[in-house]
């Protein structure tokens, strides 16, 4: 797992943290195809681009393999940024045990950004919501 603050308050030397602070470690390009797949490890890298060649579908990691990762204590979140880079719509759409909530589609056009925060609901259910 990454090194992260993504709830409570955290005291380092004579640095104070308090609120969500995330380190963006990578930057995950999503092959095009039909099926196309968000990892865990994109979404803990922070962005995640898309070449898209036609409307597509993409879909979310598990529940079960978020929480492996981010630990499955209710409110536990944290949140990821997707760029399209090309004219096609993407759409998200929920991996078993996920929801998704508000738009889940980002525009067709190139260079568009969704940001998403992914909160983990219960022990194991996850629910995704677009932020911007």
Request: proline residues 2%; hydrophobic residues 45%.
């Amino acid at each position: 797992m990454f090194n992260r603050i993504t709830r409570g308050k955290a005291v380092v030397g004579g640095l104070t943290v308090t609120g969500n602070l995330q380190q963006i470690r990578s930057v995950t390009n999503i092959t095009d195809g039909a099926s196309m797949v968000l990892t865990t490890a994109g979404i803990l890298g922070g962005i995640n681009t898309a070449t898209l060649t036609t409307a597509r579908a993409i879909t979310t990691p598990t529940a079960a393999a978020l929480i492996a990762e981010l630990g499955s204590v209710v409110g536990t979140s944290v949140k990821y940024s997707y760029i399209n880079l090309a004219a096609f719509v993407a759409t998200l759409t929920a991996g078993t045990g996920v929801t998704i909530v508000g738009l889940a589609t980002t525009a067709a056009t190139a260079g568009q950004a969704s940001r998403w925060q992914v909160v983990v609901t219960a022990p194991t259910t996850v629910s995704i919501y677009r932020i911007a």
